[in-house]
């Protein structure tokens, strides 16, 4: 995923190229399990250059606090359907030190970072658990950040976070595990370079069902962690 200029406007690093040099930024991308061995590999350097974490949701937040305080870094994370309904009264609702980006759009070292929680509704009373229809209604709730953005940075996104996967695209057959559509249309209109997510498990080492093309866009399955240079 190695890439000079991946998420550099062409034109501006055509103009900064004489001077610098275009880098890749590491990312730490985490969803759904937590991996013991994290609490060895994280304070023996093993990711080491990490610029920021992207949760992609289904975590305990004190897992996502750990991982933010060890590597002082900028975390951004969106809520999966096992997490707490977000409620900035309640600091147990909330990931410490993080920034939750479900609906948001972040900017961090010249990459526009988009994120959409939840999944499907499966249950009457579920907690981030959204119909078709309520995942589109909120979906279209981020046309503004999207085209502040484009007027402000001449694109829309260039990474998408989000716990569920698109429809039809690394999702499951039983009713807690399809896709979004919602999802689907932000690929269409935000064109992403990338979109991580979680929500779907896969147990074997099978590359189709961790990424996928999508026009431009890059789908990748994140669980239970990936590590990331863009």
């Known amino acids: 995923m190695r890439g000079n200029c991946n998420f550099v406007n062409e034109q501006a690093c055509m103009k900064t190229i004489s001077t610098a040099q275009c880098t890749s930024v590491k990312i730490l991308a985490v969803s759904d399990q937590v991996v013991e061995r994290m609490y060895t590999l994280v304070p023996n350097g093993h990711f080491q250059g990490t610029e920021i974490i992207l949760g992609c949701g289904d975590l305990p937040y004190s897992y996502l606090e750990y991982l933010v305080t060890m590597l002082n870094v900028q975390m951004c994370y969106v809520p999966g359907n096992h997490d707490p309904q977000n409620d900035l009264t309640d600091e147990r609702s909330r990931a410490e030190g993080g920034s939750n980006l479900d609906l948001k759009t972040a900017w961090h070292k010249n990459i526009l970072i988009g994120g959409f929680g939840g999944s499907i509704r499966y249950r009457p009373d579920g907690i ?32 998408l976070i989000s716990h569920s996967p698109p429809f039809g695209i690394h999702d499951d057959l039983d009713s807690a595990h399809n896709g979004l559509k919602a999802l689907n249309w932000l690929i269409h209109i935000a064109k992403p370079r990338y979109h991580f997510h979680g929500h779907t498990h896969f147990y074997k080492n099978n590359l189709e069902a961790q990424e996928t093309m999508v026009g431009r866009t890059k789908v990748i399955n994140v669980y239970p962690y990936k590590i990331l240079e863009v």
């Open 128 to 159: 981030n658990q959204y119909t078709q229809s309520e995942a589109c209604l909120r979906a279209f709730r981020m046309l503004p950040a999207l085209l502040l953005n484009r007027i402000k940075y001449g694109r829309t996104m260039d990474i």
